[in-house]
């Protein structure tokens, strides 16, 4: 059974935001991935556009998401559904930190308005 203890989760950083990797297939997961994000004060995610469907979950703090070029104001305990080619931009505008828990299916890339394509580890 496999088990990813909070100490043996990978941490990666990108664009000033955090990304706490529990579930991907090197830790034992065949279809799915899941991680923590971790969304300081005053970041600005550059848009993307993303090649599976996300499903966001914001744990703590408030943020402003913006999809598809609709901006909404979301805070702890909703949930924001990301389909696949939908473009995404995130904003956490307030003074504290927001908290994420987002899952999505392997092979998780995403393209930057510039043309570069990510496949971000924490979900590959």
Known sequence: MPVVRSSEAVTHEIHGARFVSYATPLTGSRELCAWRGEIPAGTRAPAHTVNREEIFHLLTGELLITLDGR???????????????STLAVENPTDRLATSWVTTSVGLEAELADGTRLAPPWAN
């Open 71 to 85: 901006t909404e104001r979301v805070t702890a305990g909703d949930t924001v559904i990301i389909n696949r080619g």
